[in-house]
C-alpha cells in the first residue's frame, strides 16, 4: 500500500487575535481548577504531607517536559489541529486520526460534567432554585463566548485564569503570614505536621500512585496551548514565551499551596478526608481562610470554584471544537464542520459540540447514571493518551527533522530536554495511566468491571486508530518521508490566507 500524507490545512479563515497574555494564561489557566481548589485536600490526606508534595512536583515536571515538546512542535507549525495534525504527520495517520477525534469526545463530555458541578456550586446559594436552570444558562453562557469570536473567548479565559490566579497568590501569603505568626489561626503550624502518624509519606508507595492520578487529572488542560497555536497573533515568539512561564507557575501555585496547606493543617484532619465539591466548606483553601478569621471564606471560595468550572468549560468548548474543525478541514471529518463564520468562527464545529455536551449532560440528569459513568471514564482515559501522543509525535519529530539534514538553529523554539524530557513524560505517563486502577488486579478475584470501566478508553482509541489503519492502509510515516513547514513561524511566511506555509521544503542533497 502506498504511503498517504496528508496535509495540514492551512485554515484559511481563523483569526490570529490570540495575544501572548491570553496564550500565558490559557496555559496557566488550564491548570488550576476544582483539582487544586478542592482535591487537593484528598491528596494529602491518602499520601500524607510528603507524598502528596512529591507527586505534584513530578507530575508538575512531566508537565513541563510535554510543555517544552509541544512548544517545539507549536511554534514551528502553529495549527489549531495540533496533536492530532503532528500525530498524523510525524508518527501515523490512523494515529493522529484517533488522537483528534478521541480529544474532540473528551472535552465534550468533560464539559458536560463541569455543567453539572456547576449545579452543585450554585446550591451553596440557592438550595431552591432546579440545577437543570443553573446548567442550561452556563451551557448558553459558554457556548455565546465561543460563537462571538476567537478573541471574546481569549478575553473571557484571560480573566477567568486572572481570578484564579490571584486567589492562589493571596492564599499563598496569607499561610506564610499564618505559618511565621503574624496572621491569627497558625498557632498549630509548623513541621511537625509532617510527622503526625505515619508521615511525611503516609500509604506508601500505593498511596502515591493513587495520589499521581489525581494530580495527573488537575494538570489536564495545559496541553489548550497547542490547540490555541493556529489562533496566536505571533506563535514563533508568544508560544515558546507562554511554555517557559509554565513550569515556574506551576511550581508556585501548586507546590507552594501543597507545602502550605500541609503544614497548617494536619493530613490526619477529618476535613480533608472528605474534600468533595458537593461541599466547598471543606475546601482546604476554605479551611485556611477561616483559621485566619475570614468569615467569609466559603462564600469567596465558592464562587472562585465556579470560575474554575466555567473556565474548564470554556476552554474545552473552544478546544473541541477547533479540533474538530481542523479534523473536517483535513478530510477525517465530514466537510460541513470545516465551514466558518464571517468572524472566523467553526459555528458548525460549535454546535455539535454544544449538543453532544448538552446530551451527555441530559444522560447525567435523567438518564443512566451508570451510563454517564461511563461516558466519564471514557473520556478521562483520553486526556492520558493525548499527553502520551505528544511525547511520541515530538520525539519523533526531532528525530526526523535531524535525519533529513536540518538545523536546529533554525526551529523558533527548541526543547532543552531531548530527548530525556519526551521519553520521561512518556514513561511516567504510561505508568499512571495504566496504574489507574492496577488494584482491581491484586484481588482474589479479577474486579473486571472496574477494569472495563476505568481502561475503556484504551480499547476504544486503538479500535479507532486500528480501523482508519485498516480502511485507508496507513503505515508508520518514515523520517526520510516526513514533511517538514518551510520555518513558517520563524521566517514569518504566510499564504494567501494569512496562515503558515506548509509548502514542502525540498531534501536535503545526498
Same mark, same amino acid.
Given at each position: 500500500?502506498?504511503?498517504?500524507?496528508?496535509?495540514p490545512?492551512?485554515?484559511?479563515?481563523?483569526r490570529?487575535?490570540?495575544?501572548?497574555?491570553?496564550?500565558?494564561?490559557?496555559?496557566?489557566?488550564?491548570?488550576?481548577g476544582?483539582?487544586?481548589?478542592?482535591?487537593?485536600?484528598?491528596?494529602?490526606?491518602?499520601?500524607?504531607p510528603?507524598?502528596?508534595?512529591?507527586?505534584?512536583?513530578?507530575?508538575?515536571?512531566?508537565?513541563?517536559?510535554?510543555?517544552?515538546?509541544?512548544?517545539?512542535?507549536?511554534?514551528?507549525?502553529?495549527?489549531?489541529?495540533?496533536?492530532?495534525?503532528?500525530?498524523?504527520?510525524?508518527?501515523?495517520e490512523?494515529? /493522529?486520526?484517533?488522537?483528534? =477525534?478521541?480529544? =474532540?469526545?473528551?472535552?465534550?463530555?468533560?464539559?458536560?460534567?463541569?455543567?453539572?458541578a456547576?449545579?452543585?456550586?450554585?446550591?451553596?446559594?440557592?438550595?431552591?432554585?432546579?440545577? =437543570?436552570?443553573?446548567?442550561a444558562?452556563?451551557?448558553?453562557?459558554?457556548f455565546?463566548?465561543?460563537?462571538?469570536?476567537?478573541?471574546?473567548?481569549?478575553? @473571557?479565559?484571560?480573566?477567568?485564569?486572572?481570578?484564579?490566579?490571584?486567589?492562589?497568590?493571596?492564599?499563598?501569603?496569607l499561610?506564610?503570614?499564618?505559618?511565621?505568626?503574624?496572621?491569627?489561626?497558625?498557632?498549630?503550624?509548623?513541621?511537625?505536621?509532617?510527622?503526625?502518624?505515619?508521615?511525611?509519606f503516609? /500509604?506508601?508507595?500505593?498511596?502515591?500512585?493513587?495520589?499521581?492520578?489525581?494530580?495527573?487529572?488537575?494538570?489536564?488542560?495545559?496541553?489548550?496551548?497547542?490547540?490555541a497555536?493556529?489562533?496566536?497573533?505571533?506563535?514563533?515568539?508568544?508560544?515558546?514565551?507562554?511554555?517557559?512561564?509554565?513550569?515556574?507557575?506551576i511550581?508556585?501555585?501548586y507546590?507552594?499551596?501543597?507545602?502550605?496547606?500541609?503544614?497548617i493543617?494536619?493530613?490526619?484532619?477529618?476535613?480533608?478526608?472528605?474534600n468533595?465539591?458537593?461541599?466547598?466548606?471543606?475546601?482546604?483553601?476554605?479551611?485556611?481562610?477561616?483559621?485566619?478569621?475570614?468569615?467569609?471564606?466559603?462564600?469567596?471560595?465558592?464562587?472562585?470554584?465556579?470560575?474554575?468550572?466555567?473556565?474548564?468549560?470554556?476552554?474545552?468548548?473552544?478546544?473541541?471544537t477547533?479540533?474538530?474543525?481542523?479534523?473536517?478541514?483535513?478530510?477525517?471529518?465530514?466537510?460541513?464542520?470545516?465551514?466558518?463564520?464571517?468572524?472566523?468562527?467553526?459555528?458548525?464545529?460549535?454546535?455539535?459540540?454544544?449538543?453532544?455536551?448538552?446530551?451527555?449532560?441530559?444522560?447525567?440528569?435523567? /438518564?443512566?447514571?451508570?451510563?454517564?459513568?461511563?461516558?466519564?471514564?471514557?473520556?478521562?482515559?483520553?486526556?492520558?493518551? @493525548?499527553?502520551l501522543?505528544?511525547?511520541?509525535?515530538?520525539?519523533?519529530?526531532?528525530?526526523?527533522?535531524?535525519?533529513?539534514g536540518?538545523?536546529?538553529?533554525?526551529?523558533?523554539?527548541?526543547?532543552?530536554?531531548?530527548?530525556l524530557?519526551?521519553?520521561?513524560?512518556?514513561?511516567?505517563?504510561?505508568l499512571?495511566?495504566? /496504574?489507574?486502577?492496577?488494584?482491581?488486579?491484586?484481588?482474589?478475584?479479577?474486579?473486571?468491571?472496574?477494569?472495563?470501566?476505568?481502561?475503556?478508553?484504551?480499547?476504544?482509541?486503538?479500535?479507532?486508530?486500528?480501523?482508519?489503519? =485498516?480502511?485507508?492502509?496507513?503505515?508508520?510515516?518514515?523520517?526520510?518521508?516526513?514533511?517538514?513547514?518551510?520555518?513558517?513561524?520563524?521566517?514569518?511566511?504566510?499564504?494567501?490566507?494569512?496562515?503558515?506555509?506548509?509548502?514542502?521544503?525540498?531534501?536535503?542533497?545526498?
Amino acid at each position: 500500500m502506498p504511503q498517504h500524507h496528508i496535509e495540514p490545512q492551512a485554515a484559511p479563515g481563523l483569526r490570529r487575535e490570540l495575544k501572548a497574555r491570553h496564550l500565558t494564561m490559557i496555559a496557566i489557566g488550564g491548570s488550576i481548577g476544582t483539582g487544586l481548589f478542592v482535591a487537593s485536600g484528598a491528596t494529602i490526606s491518602q499520601a500524607g504531607p510528603g507524598g502528596a508534595l512529591l507527586s505534584y512536583i513530578l507530575i508538575g515536571l512531566m508537565v513541563y517536559f510535554l510543555m517544552t515538546c509541544l512548544g517545539e512542535l507549536a511554534a514551528y507549525m502553529p495549527v489549531s489541529g495540533s496533536f492530532a495534525t503532528y500525530g498524523a504527520r510525524y508518527v501515523e495517520e490512523g494515529f /493522529g486520526f484517533a488522537l483528534g =477525534w478521541n480529544y =474532540w469526545y473528551n472535552w465534550a463530555v468533560t464539559i458536560a460534567v463541569d455543567l453539572v458541578a456547576s449545579q452543585l456550586v450554585m446550591n451553596y446559594w440557592f438550595p431552591t432554585v432546579p440545577g =437543570w436552570i443553573w446548567s442550561a444558562l452556563f451551557l448558553g453562557i459558554m457556548f455565546m463566548l465561543n460563537a462571538i469570536s476567537v478573541k471574546g473567548f481569549g478575553e @473571557a479565559e484571560y480573566w477567568f485564569s486572572l481570578i484564579k490566579v490571584v486567589t492562589v497568590v493571596v492564599f499563598i501569603a496569607l499561610g506564610v503570614l499564618m505559618i511565621a505568626g503574624i496572621l491569627r489561626g497558625g498557632e498549630g503550624a509548623g513541621w511537625h505536621n509532617w510527622q503526625v502518624g505515619d508521615a511525611p509519606f503516609a /500509604g506508601g508507595f500505593p498511596a502515591m500512585i493513587g495520589v499521581a492520578m489525581i494530580v495527573g487529572f488537575s494538570f489536564q488542560g495545559t496541553e489548550l496551548i497547542g490547540i490555541a497555536a493556529g489562533e496566536s497573533a505571533d506563535p514563533g515568539k508568544n508560544i515558546p514565551r507562554a511554555v517557559r512561564q509554565v513550569f515556574w507557575r506551576i511550581l508556585l501555585f501548586y507546590v507552594l499551596a501543597i507545602l502550605i496547606i500541609s503544614l497548617i493543617i494536619p493530613y490526619t484532619d477529618p476535613n480533608l478526608l472528605r474534600n468533595d465539591v458537593k461541599d466547598i466548606t471543606v475546601s482546604p483553601f476554605t479551611l485556611v481562610f477561616r483559621n485566619a478569621g475570614l468569615l467569609s471564606a466559603a462564600a469567596v471560595m465558592n464562587a472562585v470554584i465556579l470560575t474554575a468550572v466555567l473556565s474548564a468549560g470554556n476552554s474545552g468548548m473552544y478546544a473541541s471544537t477547533r479540533m474538530l474543525y481542523m479534523l473536517a478541514c483535513e478530510g477525517k471529518a465530514p466537510k460541513i464542520f470545516a465551514k466558518l463564520s464571517r468572524g472566523g468562527v467553526p459555528r458548525n464545529a460549535l454546535y455539535l459540540t454544544t449538543l453532544m455536551a448538552g446530551m451527555c449532560f441530559l444522560t447525567s440528569m435523567y /438518564g443512566n447514571q451508570t451510563v454517564y459513568l461511563w461516558l466519564l471514564n471514557t473520556s478521562g482515559m483520553t486526556g492520558f493518551i @493525548a499527553w502520551l501522543g505528544i511525547a511520541i509525535s515530538h520525539y519523533r519529530f526531532r528525530k526526523g527533522y535531524i535525519a533529513q539534514g536540518r538545523e536546529l538553529g533554525d526551529l523558533p523554539y527548541i526543547s532543552g530536554f531531548f530527548p530525556l524530557g519526551p521519553m520521561f513524560a512518556f514513561v511516567l505517563c504510561l505508568l499512571i495511566t495504566l /496504574g489507574q486502577n492496577y488494584q482491581a488486579f491484586l484481588q482474589d478475584r479479577i474486579d473486571w468491571y472496574g477494569v472495563t470501566a476505568t481502561y475503556i478508553g484504551i480499547p476504544l482509541f486503538l479500535a479507532i486508530w486500528l480501523g482508519y489503519k =485498516w480502511r485507508h492502509g496507513s503505515r508508520l510515516v518514515r523520517y526520510q518521508d516526513m514533511i517538514f513547514p518551510d520555518r513558517p513561524a520563524a521566517s514569518g511566511r504566510r499564504d494567501a490566507a494569512g496562515q503558515p506555509s506548509t509548502r514542502r521544503a525540498e531534501p536535503p542533497p545526498r
